[in-house]
């Protein structure tokens, strides 16, 4: 496939090895933020290719992974209204909430249905207009435009019965709690593509200014990670903090404005609550007061309290402090079959990287 | 889940604001509403049935001329 095939070039692999091996003289630490970013680099053996003085740590770019109990909660108490289909992206189907789980309660007779895009939410919204549709409304920059799209041809359209339930991140803010914490050591970053594509690279510059430290926005292709790493080992030999872009194909400076535009036509900025690194400000969104009839949350539900797993590590795996092999339910109790935290529901969690790519 | 592949357009429709793309070979139909200036043969970036961003052809040859150059040079 053209712009995928082309950067998976084996020769041009091996020069760009010997380019990080040369270049680096001391131990590092580099966070992948981006769960997509994880696969790649388990796939394509990126860990193994490189100088073992440099170290990849995964990092909360999972939206499945950072997903609150209290949030999976509320959709599987809102599936069990009879009057409701519940639409979502498929991944969000198997992760544990307090005491449920879509996927169970989709056994139990309930009418969840999996979607690839929001724009299949309005359609089925369409067809079953004696049905409220809540779509649950999950993930980062990246997703975020595709559903304010989707709620804004709902209100052109004046649907009355398509709500959606909010849980929509930003990635900046959750970089900028990783930073303050002293837990976490991370001499750079491997910056999301594309999250980037949306949101440009001004949104990272903190990183380095107000805390010194390197960054590259990469792509998902192996010479694309292996050039961000260059990259990266390079601002750090050299003593420089930047907010590179390697990723040029689809990165620009100022991003996507219309896609930026989109979402702040329907949400305002507001605090959200992530897995692992509790309640974040101004790192999610709430409807502005125009779209508060789209709201899923103005439908009464009971949701039980929100309780979590005590063994499961998956907060701190999402921070980069701890690995899932320092778990102690990673394989014996904890697999992909029967998973006990969303790191390891998800294609993209590092609990699940770690099962399937590391022996 | 940001997961995003490329695909080429194949047809455009105006009053729809959608494209069809050709994906590895897959047709599918995709929203322009995020990416409105683009015309038949071009590539885009493919995010959750949208297109999210027109790919920069030069750019990506450049990338790859400036890999190839720097591999060659060891």
Same mark, same amino acid.
């Given at each position: 496939?053209?712009?995928?095939?082309?950067?998976?070039?084996?020769?041009?692999?091996?020069?760009?090895?010997?380019?990080?091996?040369?270049?680096?003289?001391?131990?590092?630490?580099?966070?992948?933020?981006?769960?997509?970013?994880?696969?790649?680099?388990?796939?394509?053996?990126?860990?193994?290719?490189?100088?073992?003085?440099?170290?990849?740590?995964?990092?909360?770019?999972?939206?499945?992974?950072?997903?609150?109990?209290?949030?999976?909660?509320?959709?599987?108490?809102?599936?069990?209204?009879?009057?409701?289909?519940?639409?979502?992206?498929?991944?969000?189907?198997?992760?544990?909430?307090?005491?449920?789980?879509?996927?169970?309660?989709?056994?139990?007779?309930?009418?969840?249905?999996?979607?690839?895009?929001?724009?299949?939410?309005?359609?089925?919204?369409?067809?079953?207009?004696?049905?409220?549709?809540?779509?649950?409304?999950?993930?980062?920059?990246?997703?975020?435009?595709?559903?304010?799209?989707?709620?804004?041809?709902?209100?052109?359209?004046?649907?009355?019965?398509?709500?959606?339930?909010?849980?929509?991140?930003?990635?900046?803010?959750?970089?900028?709690?990783?930073?303050?914490?002293?837990?976490?050591?991370?001499?750079?970053?491997?910056?999301?593509?594309?999250?980037?594509?949306?949101?440009?690279?001004?949104?990272?510059?903190?990183?380095?200014?107000?805390?010194?430290?390197?960054?590259?926005?990469?792509?998902?292709?192996?010479?694309?990670?292996?050039?961000?790493?260059?990259?990266?080992?390079?601002?750090?030999?050299?003593?420089?903090?930047?907010?590179?872009?390697?990723?040029?194909?689809?990165?620009?400076?100022?991003?996507?404005?219309?896609?930026?535009?989109?979402?702040?036509?329907?949400?305002?900025?507001?605090?959200?609550?992530?897995?692992?690194?509790?309640?974040?400000?101004?790192?999610?969104?709430?409807?502005?007061?125009?779209?508060?009839?789209?709201?899923?949350?103005?439908?009464?539900?009971?949701?039980?309290?929100?309780?979590?797993?005590?063994?499961?590590?998956?907060?701190?795996?999402?921070?980069?402090?701890?690995?899932?092999?320092?778990?102690?339910?990673?394989?014996?109790?904890?697999?992909?079959?029967?998973?006990?935290?969303?790191?390891?529901?998800?294609?993209?969690?590092?609990?699940?990287?770690?099962?399937?790519?590391?022996? | 889940?940001? #997961?995003?592949?490329?695909?080429?357009?194949?047809?455009? *429709?105006?009053?729809?604001?959608?494209?069809?793309?050709?994906?590895? @070979? !897959? #047709?599918?139909?995709?929203?322009?509403?995020?990416?409105? *200036?683009?015309?038949?043969?071009?590539?885009?970036?493919?995010?959750? @049935? !949208?297109?999210?961003?027109?790919?920069?052809?030069?750019?990506?040859?450049?990338?790859?001329?400036?890999?190839?150059?720097?591999?060659?040079?060891?």
């Amino acid at each position: 496939m053209k712009f995928i095939d082309e950067f998976r070039d084996g020769g041009i692999a091996r020069g760009l090895i010997q380019k990080i091996e040369k270049s680096s003289s001391r131990p590092i630490q580099l966070m992948e933020v981006c769960g997509t970013h994880t696969v790649s680099i388990f796939r394509y053996g990126i860990r193994k290719l490189i100088p073992p003085q440099i170290q990849l740590i995964s990092g909360p770019g999972c939206p499945v992974c950072v997903t609150p109990n209290s949030d999976i909660d509320y959709a599987i108490a809102l599936s069990r209204r009879k009057d409701v289909i519940l639409v979502t992206f498929g991944d969000m189907m198997r992760v544990p909430g307090s005491t449920s789980s879509l996927l169970k309660e989709k056994a139990e007779g309930r009418d969840i249905r999996v979607v690839y895009s929001s724009l299949d939410a309005l359609k089925i919204a369409e067809e079953n207009p004696d049905k409220k549709v809540v779509f649950f409304a999950i993930g980062f920059e990246t997703t975020s435009p595709t559903i304010a799209v989707a709620i804004l041809h709902a209100k052109e359209e004046r649907l009355r019965n398509l709500f959606f339930l909010n849980s929509q991140k930003k990635i900046p803010p959750a970089i900028f709690t990783l930073l303050q914490s002293k837990r976490v050591k991370i001499n750079g970053f491997i910056l999301p593509g594309h999250v980037s594509t949306i949101i440009g690279s001004d949104p990272y510059q903190f990183i380095a200014k107000e805390f010194f430290r390197p960054a590259v926005i990469t792509g998902f292709e192996p010479l694309d990670i292996l050039q961000g790493i260059w990259m990266l080992v390079r601002q750090i030999e050299e003593g420089r903090a930047e907010i590179e872009i390697q990723y040029k194909r689809v990165v620009h400076k100022e991003g996507n404005p219309l896609a930026l535009r989109k979402v702040l036509e329907v949400f305002e900025i507001n605090q959200a609550q992530w897995r692992g690194l509790g309640w974040i400000p101004e790192s999610g969104y709430r409807f502005k007061a125009s779209f508060q009839e789209l709201d899923a949350r103005n439908l009464y539900v009971e949701v039980e309290t929100p309780r979590e797993h005590p063994e499961c590590k998956c907060g701190e795996v999402l921070q980069g402090i701890k690995t899932p092999l320092q778990c102690r339910l990673f394989r014996i109790v904890c697999n992909p079959e029967n998973p006990v935290g969303p790191c390891m529901v998800s294609v993209e969690g590092t609990c699940q990287a770690y099962y399937k790519f590391q022996s | 889940m940001c #997961l995003s592949v490329p695909g080429k357009i194949i047809r455009i *429709d105006e009053n729809m604001n959608m494209a069809e793309v050709d994906v590895g @070979g !897959f #047709l599918r139909d995709i929203s322009l509403d995020l990416c409105p *200036d683009v015309s038949v043969g071009e590539y885009v970036l493919i995010h959750a @049935g !949208f297109a999210i961003q027109k790919i920069d052809e030069e750019e990506a040859m450049e990338t790859l001329n400036f890999l190839k150059k720097m591999a060659e040079m060891e």
